[in-house]
Structures are given as structure tokens and as C-alpha cells.
């Protein structure tokens, strides 16, 4: 019988991070170090997520897939290829670069890969922000003018957030994430990140950090005008429909069970308010476990709790 898979995090320290993993997750990070990300399941050349229960322990997901590809994953499932989800949590004790990532119309000529994904927010400071998409009315010629003169800001679409709120940023969205916020972040499996804009901030070694402005605006929608959050709400429901996956929120009181069927497709279930119990494995606010294609799972929640179940991510 598969179990729930869950991984050891992978702990990446950024320019703009800060401890609130530690605070907030009650994780155990590295000694003074801002950890910006933790990417709790990776499958990349450069980053393998190890499994940190059962069996398979010690064993990283290419691994697993690639000997168990169709318990995991599904028997049509090609083993050579790629998790096609990665998952992280960001802690943003500063403001991030504003950025784009390349949509697939002209990701392989950049030779960058495209990247969709879901922002959902645990926690946010008093008057924190989001900013993704144009301001209407902005045009390319205004925004390239912007760069030139470092009024970048007065382009971008801001709006306050907080606690339980969530927006999907699609490949070619301009966007930054204010400080203050603790996200969820659930992306397809890219790291390709175009820099347009820094706010004149240094990196970790006090030099100025790489800008990618040429790719940038090839990259963005110029079309993507003042999209709108999905706001937190105390009922279950789906937040982020798209052809690379869906995610659904639900939302359960104490003694209340989710069942999720077997031999259907592979899924990720994200603990981001409580605590649950199924499996075999306990999983508490900030776990994320990926479970199997050839297996049916209960889930209790121990206390009020809400998760998210990613799926429609395997084709």
C-alpha cells in the first residue's frame, strides 16, 4: 500500500528573508542565515526532495519515481520525466524584485521554461501588499520610460492582502510580493525568473543583482490589467483553476474528515491553518505531502484546520 510521502525541506537563504519560518512553522532553520524559500517537493537537477517517512526514506523523488513511477504517479505516467509541480513556502521579510516569468511563446527562445503560480497567503503584516499586473491605462512606452527613470512603481497594480487570501500569477504577469507576507507559493517546476526592477536593493555579496530588463519585456502581458485576488473565505472551494493544475481549499472543523479516492492521480495536500491526521503520519500547519496515484486516504482534523489539495497537475 503507497503511504503519504512527506520531505525534508530545502532551505534557500535570499537577500529579502527573514526567520518567520522558524516563528511562524515552528521550523528548525540554519544558525544566522535570512531564509528566503523552502522548497518542500522539488525535482530538479539542482534540488531533490528526499523523503523523510516510511519505506522510501533517504530516497530522493527522482528516485521514487523513477522505481515506483506508477504507484506515485500513475501507470501512464513516463518515469524519465520530471515532478511537474514544485512547492515553497517564502518568507518575505522585504519587499521581492519585480519580476516576470516567461510564458511558453517565447520561453524556449530565451531558453528559460514558464512559469504558473499560486500565491496563497498564511500570514501577513499590518498593511502588506501584493502587486501583480499593469495599472489601467499603463502602456509598454510608459513602462519602458518608467525603467529608464526608476518609477517603475507607479506602474504596477498594488492591493493589500491578508491571512487565508490567494491569487494565481500566470507566465507573463509582472509582480513582486510586498514585505511582510508569509506565502505558500505552488508553481509549476521552473526556476526562470526575469528581474526588471530591484527598488536600487543589493544582493547577498553587496553588489547590485542581475537584471534581466530585454527579457523582461518580452515576457510580459501587456494586457494583464489590475487582476484580483481570490479573498479569504470560511467555506471550501477551488482558488486556482489552470491548465497546469487546480487547487482546492477546504476548510474543517475539529473531528471533521476528508476522504480522497485512490487509483485516481497523484495529489498534494498542504496544511496551512491546523492540524491533521491520516496516513499513518500526523501533519501540522506547514506540511505539505504528496500522495499517491494508487492510494485512498482519510484525513481528521485534530483541530480547526484548512488545506489545500493541488491536483489536475499529472495530464
Given at each position: 500500500?503507497?503511504?503519504?510521502l512527506?520531505?525534508r525541506?530545502?532551505?534557500?537563504?535570499?537577500v529579502?528573508?527573514?526567520?518567520?519560518l522558524?516563528?511562524?512553522?515552528?521550523r528548525e532553520?540554519p544558525?544566522?542565515?535570512?531564509i528566503g524559500e523552502?522548497w518542500e517537493i522539488?525535482d530538479?537537477p539542482e534540488?531533490?526532495?528526499?523523503v523523510a517517512?516510511?519505506?522510501?526514506?533517504?530516497?530522493?523523488l527522482r528516485?521514487?519515481i523513477l522505481?515506483?513511477?506508477s504507484?506515485?504517479?500513475g501507470?501512464?505516467?513516463p518515469?524519465a520525466?520530471?515532478?511537474?509541480?514544485?512547492?515553497?513556502?517564502l518568507?518575505?521579510?522585504e519587499?521581492l524584485?519585480?519580476?516576470?516569468?516567461?510564458?511558453?511563446?517565447v520561453?524556449?527562445?530565451l531558453?528559460?521554461?514558464?512559469?504558473?503560480?499560486?500565491?496563497?497567503i498564511?500570514?501577513?503584516?499590518?498593511?502588506?501588499e501584493?502587486?501583480?499586473?499593469l495599472k489601467r491605462g499603463v502602456?509598454?512606452?510608459?513602462?519602458?520610460?518608467?525603467?529608464?527613470t526608476?518609477?517603475l512603481?507607479t506602474?504596477v497594480?498594488?492591493?493589500s492582502v491578508?491571512?487565508?487570501?490567494?491569487?494565481l500569477?500566470q507566465?507573463g504577469?509582472?509582480?513582486a510580493i510586498?514585505?511582510g507576507?508569509?506565502?505558500l507559493e505552488?508553481?509549476?517546476n521552473?526556476?526562470?525568473?526575469?528581474r526588471v526592477?530591484?527598488?536600487g536593493?543589493?544582493?547577498?555579496?553587496?553588489?547590485?543583482?542581475q537584471?534581466h530588463?530585454?527579457?523582461?519585456?518580452?515576457s510580459?502581458d501587456w494586457?494583464?490589467?489590475?487582476p484580483?485576488?481570490v479573498?479569504?473565505a470560511?467555506?471550501?472551494?477551488v482558488i486556482?483553476d489552470?491548465?497546469?493544475?487546480?487547487i482546492?481549499?477546504?476548510v474543517l472543523?475539529?473531528g471533521?474528515?476528508?476522504?480522497i479516492s485512490?487509483g485516481?492521480?497523484?495529489r498534494?495536500?498542504?496544511?496551512v491553518s491546523?492540524?491533521?491526521r491520516g496516513g499513518?503520519?500526523?501533519?501540522?500547519?506547514g506540511a505539505n505531502?504528496?500522495?499517491?496515484?494508487?492510494?485512498?486516504?482519510?484525513?481528521?482534523?485534530?483541530?480547526?484546520?484548512i488545506?489545500?489539495?493541488?491536483?489536475?497537475f499529472?495530464?
Amino acid at each position: 500500500m503507497p503511504e503519504v510521502l512527506l520531505f525534508r525541506p530545502l532551505y534557500q537563504e535570499r537577500v529579502w528573508g527573514g526567520r518567520a519560518l522558524e516563528s511562524k512553522l515552528g521550523r528548525e532553520l540554519p544558525a544566522a542565515k535570512s531564509i528566503g524559500e523552502s522548497w518542500e517537493i522539488v525535482d530538479r537537477p539542482e534540488a531533490q526532495s528526499v523523503v523523510a517517512n516510511g519505506k522510501l526514506a533517504g530516497r530522493t523523488l527522482r528516485e521514487v519515481i523513477l522505481k515506483q513511477g506508477s504507484t506515485i504517479m500513475g501507470p501512464s505516467w513516463p518515469t524519465a520525466k520530471t515532478f511537474p509541480i514544485l512547492v515553497k513556502w517564502l518568507d518575505c521579510r522585504e519587499r521581492l524584485s519585480l519580476q516576470v516569468h516567461p510564458p511558453a511563446a517565447v520561453a524556449g527562445e530565451l531558453k528559460g521554461e514558464p512559469k504558473t503560480e499560486n500565491w496563497y497567503i498564511a500570514a501577513s503584516g499590518h498593511g502588506a501588499e501584493l502587486i501583480v499586473g499593469l495599472k489601467r491605462g499603463v502602456t509598454r512606452a510608459q513602462f519602458e520610460q518608467a525603467i529608464t527613470t526608476s518609477t517603475l512603481e507607479t506602474c504596477v497594480h498594488h492591493f493589500s492582502v491578508a491571512a487565508g487570501d490567494s491569487i494565481l500569477v500566470q507566465s507573463g504577469q509582472i509582480h513582486a510580493i510586498d514585505a511582510g507576507n508569509l506565502i505558500l507559493e505552488i508553481q509549476q517546476n521552473s526556476d526562470t525568473t526575469y528581474r526588471v526592477y530591484d527598488w536600487g536593493r543589493v544582493g547577498l555579496d553587496g553588489k547590485p543583482r542581475q537584471m534581466h530588463v530585454d527579457q523582461s519585456l518580452r515576457s510580459i502581458d501587456w494586457h494583464d490589467i489590475e487582476p484580483k485576488p481570490v479573498r479569504a473565505a470560511p467555506t471550501s472551494g477551488v482558488i486556482a483553476d489552470c491548465p497546469e493544475f487546480s487547487i482546492k481549499r477546504t476548510v474543517l472543523g475539529t473531528g471533521e474528515r476528508m476522504h480522497i479516492s485512490g487509483g485516481e492521480q497523484p495529489r498534494i495536500l498542504s496544511v496551512v491553518s491546523g492540524n491533521v491526521r491520516g496516513g499513518g503520519v500526523s501533519l501540522e500547519r506547514g506540511a505539505n505531502a504528496l500522495l499517491p496515484f494508487g492510494a485512498a486516504f482519510t484525513f481528521t482534523a485534530e483541530t480547526t484546520s484548512i488545506v489545500l489539495l493541488t491536483e489536475n497537475f499529472a495530464g
